[in-house]
């Protein structure tokens, strides 16, 4: 089996600071991605990967920018906290057609 | 685009008895699985159970659901609910084409004695 790591688990950050979290992945799957998962929305899609140096956009991409330099991992960036926002950032890969999720980072911005 | 319907963000249901979770889905491309996830609290999303053949029921863990095309369902169901059903189920078609997995709203299952 495999496992997929995301770091931090807790993220608290400030007003209009970028914020990277960041996810690795052993199972050698193609695809990754990261959903956002707030309370009552479910999980909304925000950055896809099908293979290294790709990115493809989900339904709420703005306000993100991803990178994916290398199979194993892929990074999502913040790239202006909102005040108050409070989410969990939930990565997954791939070996169609099942998802296979990681523990998530939990997001608090002050 | 894609979309998935889940009617009910909170479902409670007294321990032994029935539970369904519905799921109604719109899709605008070849879909050629459908799942649904379980997520326990504090624990990440794993796979419940899967289909991709119309009319054939797919049965894990004592949960069943039937996909019905013709419906655009693919509900939920067990005969008997115990405490450790407790969790947010998310209901899940995938598109095929753009690998993407695209989620309902969830429904939160509550399971009291």
């Known amino acids: 089996g495999g496992i997929i790591t995301q770091t931090p688990k807790f993220l608290i950050g400030q007003e209009g600071q970028k914020l990277t979290l960041k996810c690795q992945q052993n199972f050698n799957h193609d695809t990754m991605y990261w959903y956002r998962q707030d309370s009552g929305k479910g999980l909304r899609l925000i950055y896809y990967?099908?293979?290294?140096?790709?990115?493809q956009k989900g339904d709420l991409s703005e306000g993100y920018d991803a990178s994916r330099e290398k199979k194993s991992s892929f990074s999502l960036t913040v790239t202006s906290a909102q005040k108050n926002e409070m989410a969990v950032f939930l990565c997954?890969?791939?070996?169609?057609?099942?998802?296979?999720f990681g523990s998530g980072t939990r997001l608090t911005v002050l | 685009g894609d979309s998935v319907t889940q009617t009910e963000g909170l479902v409670t249901v007294t321990e032994g008895l029935p539970v369904k979770l519905n799921c109604t889905y719109q899709?605008?491309?070849?879909?050629?699985?459908f799942f649904w996830y379980v997520q326990y609290l504090n624990e990440a999303p794993q796979v419940l159970l899967k289909?991709?053949?119309?009319?054939k029921r797919t049965e894990h863990q004592g949960f069943h659901a039937t996909l019905h095309k013709s419906s655009s369902s693919f509900h939920l169901q067990k005969s008997s609910a115990q405490l450790s059903d407790s969790a947010l189920y998310y209901c899940?078609?995938?598109?095929?084409?753009?690998?993407?997995?695209?989620f309902g709203q969830g429904t939160k299952l509550s399971i009291k004695p």
């Open positions: 899940a078609p995938l598109n095929y084409n753009q690998g993407k997995l695209i």
């Open positions: 899709t605008t491309y070849l879909t050629i699985a």
């Open positions: 990967s099908i293979t290294e140096n790709d990115l």
């Open positions: 997954a890969s791939s070996n169609r057609p099942t998802l296979y």
């Open positions: 289909s991709s053949t119309d009319n």
